[in-house]
């Protein structure tokens, strides 16, 4: 076997309303809702599901848990206008842009805490 791609990966989230605020109005994510009730944030072919604090899903990590995720996103946005946009949303830059290695070569990074303070940083390739 071998792996090929990442599908999804879980975020724990304390309020939907900022989520969506951060990822979706920020971001450029979208919001979906599948199977019962559930959402996910999706972008290109992959997505990130949503578990809330008071509602998870079994099976779960052992320990679900708001601001524990370290996440970095390619974006074809020039980081000026994706800092320009997500500080206007009250989300600062707190470091960047920086230069960083990424999965297939060096990047440019901006790094943003969202509501639940995950790091997230948001790349260009350099």
Known sequence: MTVVSLDHLVITVRDEEQTRRFYC?????EWVTFGDDRHAL???AQKINVHYVHRTFEPKAARPTPGSADLCFLSDE???ETAARMASLGYPVIEGPVARTGATGPLESVYFRDNDDNLI???RPA
Request: overall charge negative; charged content about 15%; proline content about 7%.
């Open 121 to 123: 940083e948001v790349s």
């Open 42 to 44: 999706a972008f290109g």
């Open 78 to 80: 020039p980081l000026a």
């Open 25 to 29: 109005d920020g971001l450029g994510m």
